[in-house]
DNA sequence: TTTCTATTTAGAATCATTCTAAAATACGCC
DNA sequence: GGCGTATTTTAGAATGATTCTAAATAGAAA
């Protein structure tokens, strides 16, 4: 899903943050056109558009989009770094072992089972997949 | 799994380690008492049985560990420590949102099938439930 | 024992992230 | 358009986990 700059500015707004141009530009990289970034990623590439942005800056408004929900932070064992997500659907991840690259697996792509004591009470279910493409 | 004194010195000679008083206690701690600990709850419980050991050194028995396959070192969402897990066994995770307690899943309580693409080539899968007890 | 190498250690260094407090900016209101 | 206020940005300091360094110590083999 690709957002333009207006339906950015909207969001932000519905999400009672003020489009600032920093803001938009984080987001069109973190909402639109990044893969999984961590903050060093977003920096780097904000860089470029919008000389001079700070670091904390790149903090907070990765804050402000997971309190708006909508990013996700994750964290993986094979990183210390936490990275973005803006797919806010429901699915899982799949690790390319050879690039590094982080792929969405679909739900439908996975089908599970879970045969777990009666009273527990299962919010979440995340799934890491680990390979390499032959 | 518990193992006795004697076993973890076999155990650590096996991976090569040298059996000193320390790397003995840390895996009195981490090999059999711990539940998926981090540095700093295994610092704490060692404090006491070994006064004066230093962090470095439980740093680098876990990452001794680690590499001779004793233990597996995991990073969750929810904390930004890494937690080091003892079961070397396939299985998966349940953390308990109220209590924060983590347990492990066993493979026979999860049934997953997957639809990916025929190139993949599937090396591990790691899967952590979040849920509560009613 | 002697010697050699692995291990431990305190403390400094590093890295990601958070905090702080001051300056800059957006936005509603006139 | 200009004003006032709450929000946002910012540089730099602070924090917390982890790694590094270099010197002291302790296993193990001869």
Redesign the pocket.
Known sequence: MTLSSEEIRTELKRAG???????LTICQYVLNQANHP???DIKAWVDDKFP??????V???V?ALETAGLVQAIRFDHS???IYDSNTEPHFHFLDEDSGTLLDIQPEQVQINLNLPEDVLVNDISILIRGKRQ
């Open positions: 943050m003020r489009p600032t141009a920093q803001r961590s903050v060093e001079g942005i700070s670091l904390a800056t903090y907070n408004t804050h210390d770094k936490v």
